[in-house]
């Protein structure tokens, strides 16, 4: 049956206020588990399973916010074009047709798509093959892509997923609701491009992967201080938060999330006057909201209250964000070497 499209109306929020004092900055994302094992089905009917996600992913999103929708939607790592051994016999290139399937996509539900797909493109010297994410924005224009920067070498030799080459950027692209960098599968053995994406700013970064992997993506989360949102084919697909903890996960194939995230936050450690948060729910009830694990000593902590920014109501109960208590404790350690 062909992907056919309705029209439908949804908010799109205003761009937010950065820097310190901002208020909350709702991000509403959304990841699913798919892709693994059976007959590929061809391009067209792919992108139809795809959509049929997108949309599943757009309802549950318009019943939790009913007032803005999906923000930011992930796909698993190549997930739209077939598994075949050469790059040239999977590839497509970025004006397909069948991508108008995601364009519109985008333009019906007001929301970003990270569209994972081998991509061929167009040069003097002639075609060229790469492992790639397309992001769409919210009328379905294509912001840029990220080329994956480490794809697989199998064996002796320098061929690479079948002649892929790895990309050479780690692109931050602005969105309305904050600073997205996009990784994918074995790029999470190197620290190279989280770090770099970190270094430009990146408050998000979406990883499309074919492995569930989570110990190295929860580590480059915590590392750099960002949120992950990671789409795969089994096994799991989870937000991370800039604590390295684990905001919300599925681990069904074919299953759908939808989370809430604020860009706007604050990381506190432990302390006796914090304990575990729940001094500040005390204070702020349902204001406040926070991710605390007591067996790791630190959670995250933000407003759910526009005209009262979390870091106001963490200085009104005395408490430090923990990255100043490391930087402080870095200088004092210093000093008393001195």
Request: hydrophobic residues 40%.
């Amino acid at each position: 049956m062909p992907y056919e499209l309705e029209d439908v109306e949804s908010p799109v929020p205003t761009v937010p206020r950065r820097g310190p004092d901002a208020p909350p900055r709702k991000v509403v994302v959304g990841t699913v588990i798919f892709g693994a094992g059976g007959d590929y089905p061809g391009l067209r009917a792919r992108a139809g399973e795809l959509a049929a996600l997108v949309e599943e992913l757009a309802a549950r999103a318009a019943r939790r916010r009913p007032d803005r929708g999906l923000d930011l939607v992930v796909l698993p790592e190549a997930v739209l074009t077939p598994n075949a051994e050469l790059a040239k016999d999977r590839s497509i290139a970025a004006d397909d047709p069948v991508l108008d399937v995601f364009r519109d996509l985008a333009r019906r539900y007001r929301s970003y798509l990270v569209v994972p797909l081998d991509l061929v493109e167009a040069t003097p010297s002639g075609s060229v093959y790469s492992n790639a994410a397309l992001l769409l924005d919210r009328r379905g224009a294509l912001v840029g892509t990220y080329r994956k920067a480490h794809p697989v070498g199998v064996g002796a030799g320098s061929t690479l997923e079948g002649g892929v080459r790895p990309g050479a950027e780690y692109p931050v692209f602005d969105c309305d609701f904050g600073r997205l960098g996009i990784q994918i599968c074995w790029d999470v053995v190197y620290d190279d491009g989280w770090a770099a994406l970190a270094a430009r700013g990146a408050e998000i970064v979406a990883f499309s992967s074919a492995s569930p992997a989570t110990i190295r993506t929860a580590a480059h989360a915590a590392r750099h201080r960002y949120f992950v949102v990671s789409s795969t084919p089994r096994d799991n697909a989870t937000v991370y938060e800039p604590t390295g903890l684990v905001a919300a996960r599925i681990e069904q194939h074919g299953e759908v999330l939808v989370h809430e995230l604020d860009l706007s936050h604050v990381l506190l450690g432990w302390s006796p006057t914090l304990r575990d948060g729940a001094a500040l729910r005390e204070k702020y009830g349902e204001r406040v909201g926070f991710h605390y694990d007591d067996r790791e000593d630190i959670g995250l902590f933000w407003s759910n209250d526009p005209t009262t920014s979390v870091e106001a109501m963490v200085r009104s109960i005395g408490v430090e964000p923990i990255d100043a208590q490391i930087a402080r404790n870095l200088a004092q350690r210093g000093e008393a070497l001195r």
